[in-house]
């Protein structure tokens, strides 16, 4: 009775404990929040899943207790012996049958929605200009940071992808290195980005939505990459259209970065040590730095560190304690100085008012 006792108490607790985690998802960051048509879409077809996993659960306990209960010992006797159904083809359809059934409810949905998410024709369609007037994004993967191409608006950026709401934002994923993958948990499925071939989808930022992740949402590298793949995050920044054409405007009319006087000294210090791997205007794809044109805009510095001139002084200085195996390690040398001059340069660096 003490070890029944015990068993409910244990069980209470991890129910307990279920209900509680399972309201801990953030809106930037839940897979079980969806914040898009597409994660909306996934959702529903996870819940059906679930469901149709909670219905076998449900029919097998119903038998289980009727079994239990009606056929206990002590009711029918010692010597009872269960009648043989052996061969009897009417149950053996009926068993048959129903978890076929099953599979095609879910099959069906799965199937429809997989070729519905890989419907990214529209990418291709340009019209006599060869211009196309969706909103792609080439993505590239690299250890351990991410660039983002808009290859229409002729800008690039890096570990802060913009994006409009309520809009269709297609993407081109492909790697520099090693396999990884690209996720944004709260808007869709993760999908790797591959050194030898380009893979292909879309993503739809619900606007209210991203009101309510206060217009961040966080992305995740799901394929492990490397000592530090655990801190290859990167941000997405949503506004509305009009506002994403303003800032894209903002991006091209950067022609040439221009430091104030309290940072001329960093960027002197940027041209003579930083500038062969990094730009600091929206142009030049395939870098082999990060693009820093909106360094001062970012959330977060490496993608990880709180934003402030600290923690780009301490990234600065040594990148290696920050993000093991990274390729910055060792391929420059600056003072203490210059790295305090470099950090109020890299601040200066915005795009947005």
């Not at 079994?67 to 012996?81: L, P, S």
């Not at 009926?94 to 890989?118: G, Q, R, Y």
């Not at 002729?154 to 269709?168: A, H, M, N, R, Y």
Request: with cysteine; charged share 25%.
């Amino acid at each position: 009775m003490k070890n029944n006792l015990k068993h409910v108490k244990l069980m209470g607790l991890i129910s307990l404990l279920v209900m509680t985690l399972a309201g801990c998802g953030k809106p930037y960051l839940s897979a079980l929040r969806p914040a898009g048509e597409v994660a909306k879409e996934q959702f529903n077809l996870m819940m059906l899943a679930v469901y149709i996993m909670l219905f076998v659960i449900a029919v097998v306990v119903v038998i289980f207790v009727l079994a239990v209960v009606k056929f206990r010992r002590g009711k029918v006797g010692e010597n009872f012996v269960p009648k043989d159904v052996h061969g009897n083809h009417k149950l053996e359809i009926i068993w048959t049958a129903i978890p076929i059934l099953l599979l095609l409810i879910l099959a069906i949905p799965t199937v429809m929605l997989t070729f519905k998410l890989a419907d990214t024709k529209a990418m291709d369609k340009v019209d006599a200009k060869g211009n196309n007037k969706e909103i792609i994004v080439d993505v590239t993967a690299n250890l351990y940071w991410w660039e983002f191409n808009y290859p229409n608006q002729k800008i690039v950026t890096s570990q802060e992808l913009v994006v409009p709401t309520d809009t269709k934002v297609y993407f081109k994923l492909h790697s520099a290195d090693v396999k990884h993958s690209f996720w944004i948990p709260a808007v869709g499925g993760k999908m790797d980005t591959n050194v030898e071939n380009i893979n292909k989808f879309y993503l739809v930022f619900d606007g209210n939505k991203a009101k309510d992740a206060k217009n961040m949402f966080y992305g995740k590298c799901a394929e492990l990459c490397g000592p530090s793949h655990a801190y290859m995050d990167f941000k997405v920044k949503t506004m509305s259209k009009d506002d994403f054409n303003t800032w894209v405007k903002s991006m091209q009319d950067i022609k040439k970065p221009v430091a104030t006087t309290d940072a001329k000294e960093g960027e002197k210090v940027f041209k003579q040590s930083c500038q062969g791997c990094h730009a600091v205007t929206p142009t030049g794809k395939g870098a082999k730095g990060p693009n820093l044109t909106t360094f001062g805009d970012r959330n977060r510095v490496a993608g990880i560190l709180e934003h402030n001139e600290e923690n780009v002084k301490k990234w600065i200085k040594d990148p290696e304690s920050v993000k093991p195996g990274n390729k910055m390690t060792g391929q420059y040398k600056v003072s203490d100085s210059d790295i305090d001059a470099l950090a109020k340069y890299l601040m200066e660096r915005k795009v947005e008012k």
